[in-house]
Antibody, heavy 123, light 109 residues
Framework: EVQLVESGGGFVHPGRSLRLSCTAS????????LNWVRQAPGKGLEWVGF??????????EYAASVKGRFTISRDDSKSIVYLDMNSLKTEDTALYYC??????????????WGQGTLVTVSP | SSGLTQDPAVSVALGQTVRITCQGD??????ASWFQQRPGQAPVLVIY???NRPSGIPDRFSGSTSGDIASLIITGAQAEDEADYYC????????????FGGGTELTVL
């Protein structure tokens, strides 16, 4: 069974840093692109970024709203993907989801999601 | 603007058919996926690609695309279908980013 479990959320002051983790199980972690998606309280879903598999260079892409402040990395030996968040702003307050990306039937999709970890940025 | 536009709210009578739409230029190049999110729960993929359902998703859920509009169709809506629905698609610019629609709140009357 595919599982994604996020951790590391909490309360942090503006300008500080936080590291989120997503521990995966039930699939060959190293073969997949992993994404982070966030959801501010009462708001919609917002894509944060992704990291490609090592087979595709392990490169990353980010939304404009977080580029230069957030960094995604992965440890395939532990089946963990990380989201390092620096220079946090109040508008980064959200539930952060980890989600797996697949290519199936000729299209890409985000097929499995974790339950999320809450980040609150407040003075 | 997210680049994918959804109606904020839609309602349907129990057992009737409802269409939830998602509009955006990028849908001319990339299929939309659809996610169901019940209160307090993580999103669940219900439709992807041309019209594919993940295992476990009831066959009353289907999808279609015409031009720049993607649709999620629920045929015979059930009370448990009351939820927020989000579309997403790949960005057409460089980087292969993802974009989400603003979401549609579905009420089953």
């Amino acid at each position: 069974e595919v599982q994604l479990v996020e951790s590391g959320g909490g309360f942090v002051h503006p300008g500080r840093s936080l590291r989120l983790s997503c521990t995966a199980s039930g699939f060959t972690f190293s073969d997949y692109v992993l994404n982070w998606v966030r959801q501010a309280p009462g708001k919609g879903l917002e894509w944060v970024g992704f990291i490609r598999s090592k087979a595709y260079g392990g490169t990353t892409e980010y939304a404009a709203s977080v580029k230069g402040r957030f960094t995604i990395s992965r440890d395939d030996s532990k089946s963990i993907v990380y989201l390092d968040m620096n220079s946090l702003k109040t508008e980064d307050t959200a539930l952060y989801y980890c989600t797996r990306e697949v290519f199936d039937s000729g299209s890409y999709s985000l097929d499995y999601w974790g339950q999320g970890t809450l980040v609150t940025v407040s003075p | 603007s997210s680049g994918l536009t959804q109606d904020p709210a839609v309602s349907v009578a129990l057992g009737q058919t409802v269409r939830i739409t998602c509009q955006g230029d990028r849908l001319r190049s990339h299929y939309a996926s659809w996610f169901q999110q019940r209160p307090g729960q993580a999103p669940v993929l219900v439709i992807y690609g041309k019209n594919n359902r993940p295992s476990g998703i009831p066959d009353r859920f289907s999808g279609s695309t015409s031009g720049d509009i993607a649709s999620l169709i629920i045929t015979g809506a059930q009370a448990e279908d009351e939820a927020d629905y989000y579309c997403n698609s790949r960005d057409t610019s460089g980087g292969f980013h993802w974009v989400f629609g603003g979401g549609t709140e579905l009420t089953v009357l």
